[in-house]
């Protein structure tokens, strides 16, 4: 079967791998290279063939995650970090060729090659970081946002780089193609953004208007890979290409629903990059010079997030930033590989130096997931030696907070409890990350920290300690859990409502004695069945009655309720024996321009008018003197009986017999004689 076969061992060896590393807690990605190492040609055993074949199709998938990725961000995400970007990159990428000259130096090497070693691991790795950012629910806040303005850029310069170090002899030669690639990019970069933002958004509203989805699919995907070729052609990155088609597609209508339609190939073909990623790596050589491996692998790592972390503190970026953006970028990048080929192809640098990149890269990426997912806990223990350190606040009163409630996470779930404590007037406080949620919360008035709640330093500054009220809306139960313990440190006795995501985490919820959960899969639940039964013409006291059973028999049978929600759920269904019922008047109503006091109903049907709703408005308890109208929505308790007769009578009168003249009476008596 050729390709399909290789392509099929692939698949399943990341599938066990992947499930082995879900057992272990570790990122999905390492699963997925492990298969590539174990399916390689190094490891002997089961062996990938077409090896070249799944590195191009790997390639595609680089391309549709960075199309995945401009359809997310738009040019206006990227412009709070432009400067960073477009200087500090190139401030970067000098100071991490002077690193590898260092250590080129100290490692014996010639001043060529000392070079071509500091290009090389000048560039980081778009694909790990990005796939590392999505697995831990990084991507969209600030620090995302500066390392991947730094990656555009890194991937920029990567042409230039395949230009001049190959010509390092004959600069004037190398200074000319330079120049000719210059002219093409702004060229092609001006033309996508200037007919691409009028011309991609038409041509997806008329695929759009014919209404099929499989055509809708292959036109995104279509215009992701077809202007990274483009892209490719004029000698730019194909990945870069694809990336820009997103960004400009995103513009449009269409960018959501073409996100969540490329998800899937995106995720089966970066499957195969990272397989792939492992296939390059030899124990063998590994394990022949280890010492020398590792000791690359610690002066670049080291090396290189340091230089990350200070320009990102030399921009002004404070708090967690520059310790995510060293702890993100200070691998070796795919594009790397590329560079080590032309500088092998052209004999600038020897087989050794390109097998000890190669397995320096690879080992850098394998640990960029477990490096990066320190960020927290060594940002927690830099805030307890740096305690000076403001945080981002925005929106406090002067007099700051007391009895306020703190919300941990200002997504769409966080912003809809901050709206209805705003409309009541109780204060509050939304602890954020994501800076496109804080400018949310910052248009509309709130009071928002940049932090990770996580931390106790960020929740003292919230006030947790005089707070009334903690609502975890986060969804990790990491981070739920670690916002919890430190929150009941600081203040014991307060009462919290945390998002359950999964029911396996009852228990830790329980020790923590945190009790008001919400489960959004049961209540999504609880609504369908509401509305199912409405259709099927379920009387709607019975569907509250059903509902509310099912909700109480689910947590009764999980949780150790306090009182307070065995009273909630006494009232609930209290409220279900009142039998409310609403009736809209109809224009031949005898109520109409009738007050209640003057109808009698109470005393003619034996049921209450407790509330009118007029014009989308609504009337509740109306007196005596409340005059009906028609098309007023009437809700009224009592029994059946007393509803019913309240129908017959005000709703769907019976028609009056005419009054009749003494013949036809007369009429009448003979014929019924």
């Known amino acids: 079967m050729g390709i399909a076969t290789d392509i099929i061992l692939v698949v399943l060896a990341a599938f066990f791998c992947g499930l082995l590393m879900q057992r272990l807690r570790q990122p999905l990605i390492l699963g997925y290279i492990l298969a590539g190492v174990i399916l390689g040609p190094h490891t ?20 549709l995650l960075l199309f995945a990725l401009g359809l997310e961000f738009s040019h206006n995400d990227l412009k709070p970090v432009k400067w960073v970007a477009l200087i500090g990159t190139v401030l970067q990428l000098t100071l991490t060729i002077a690193l590898g000259i260092g ?22 790795s778009t694909m790990v970081l990005l796939k590392t950012l999505m697995n831990q629910g990084w991507l969209g806040t600030l620090s995302s946002k500066v390392m991947i303005g730094m990656l555009i850029v890194q991937d920029l310069a990567v042409v230039p780089m395949m230009i001049i170090l190959p010509l390092m002899n004959d ?68 990945a870069l290409g694809a990336f820009i088609a997103g960004m400009v597609l995103n513009e449009s209508d269409y960018g959501h629903q073409a996100l969540s339609d490329i998800i899937p190939l995106r995720d089966v073909f970066g499957l195969l990059f990272f397989a792939s990623v492992g296939m390059l790596l030899d124990p063998g050589f590994l394990f022949r010079n280890l010492g020398t491996v590792l000791l690359l692998v610690l002066l670049v790592s080291l090396g290189k997030g340091c230089i990350f972390a200070s320009i990102a503190w030399l921009f002004r970026y404070g708090n967690v930033i520059p310790l995510a953006v060293g702890l993100g970028l200070f691998q070796v990048g795919e594009f790397s590989f590329v560079l080590a080929r032309i500088g092998l192809s052209t004999g600038s640098i020897s087989m050794d130096l390109y097998n000890m990149v190669l397995t320096t890269a690879v080992v850098t990426m394998i640990l960029t997931p477990l490096v990066s997912g320190q960020t927290s806990r060594l940002y927690a223990i830099k805030k307890k030696w740096f305690q000076k350190e403001a945080l981002e606040s925005i929106n406090f009163p002067d007099e700051g907070f007391e009895h306020h409630v703190v919300i941990a996470g200002g997504g769409r779930v966080g912003l809809q409890i901050a709206t209805s404590l705003h409309r009541l007037g109780i204060s509050f406080v939304i602890v954020e990350l994501d800076q496109r949620r804080i400018e949310q919360a910052k248009l509309a008035g709130y009071a928002v920290i940049y932090g990770d709640a996580s931390h106790e330093i960020v929740l003292n500054a919230a006030s947790i300690a005089t707070a009334s009220l903690l609502v975890v809306t986060i969804p990790g139960m990491v981070e739920s859990q670690a916002i919890v313990g430190h929150a009941r440190k600081i203040n ?51 569907i509250h009655r059903q509902t509310e059973s099912l909700r109480r028999e689910y947590y009764s049978s999980r949780i150790n309720q306090e009182s307070s929600y065995q009273t909630l759920a006494q009232f609930r269904g209290a409220e279900q024996q009142f039998d409310l019922e609403w009736l809209a008047l109809p224009a031949d109503s005898s109520l109409l321009d009738r007050t209640i006091g003057e109808s009698e109903i109470r005393k003619r049907t034996g049921a209450s008018v407790v509330g009118v709703l007029r014009g989308g408005r609504l009337e509740p308890n109306p007196g005596p003197q409340y005059r009906f109208q028609e098309k007023d929505q009437v809700a009224l308790i009592g029994s059946g009986k007393a509803r019913d007769a309240f129908r017959t009578r005000f709703v769907f009168p019976e028609p009056v017999p005419e009054p009749r003249s003494g013949e036809q009476v007369a009429q009448v008596a003979l014929d019924s004689a």
């Not at 089961?46 to 391309?63: D, M, P, Q, R, S």
């Not at 010639?110 to 071509?116: A, L, M, N, V």
């Not at 499989?214 to 194909?238: C, K, M, R």
């Not at 995501?501 to 959960?517: K, W």
């Open 171 to 238: 600069p004037a030669a190398g200074m000319t193609s330079l120049g000719q690639a210059a002219v093409k990019a702004a060229l092609f970069l001006t033309c996508m953004f200037v007919l691409g933002i009028k011309l991609l958004p038409w041509l997806m509203r008329q695929i759009a208007k014919l209404g099929s989805r499989e055509l809708f699919l292959l036109a995104i995907i279509a215009i992701g890979l077809g202007i990274g070729y483009i892209t490719y052609l004029v000698g730019l990155s194909f």
């Open 44 to 63: 002997g055993g089961l062996t990938i063939k077409e090896i070249h074949e799944i590195e191009l199709l790997a390639e595609i998938g680089v391309g």
């Open 103 to 124: 250590i080129g130096r100290l490692m014996g090497w010639d001043h060529k090659t000392c070079i071509w070693f500091g290009a090389l691991i000048s560039l980081s």
């Open 492 to 542: 014991s006795t307060l009462p919290m409502v945390a998002r359950l995501s999964d029911p396996d985490f009852l228990d830790v919820f329980n020790e923590l004695a945190v009790t008001d959960l919400v489960y959004p899969e049961l209540e999504a639940g609880l609504e369908m069945t509401r509305q199912a039964l409405l259709v099927l013409n379920v009387p709607v006291t019975e």
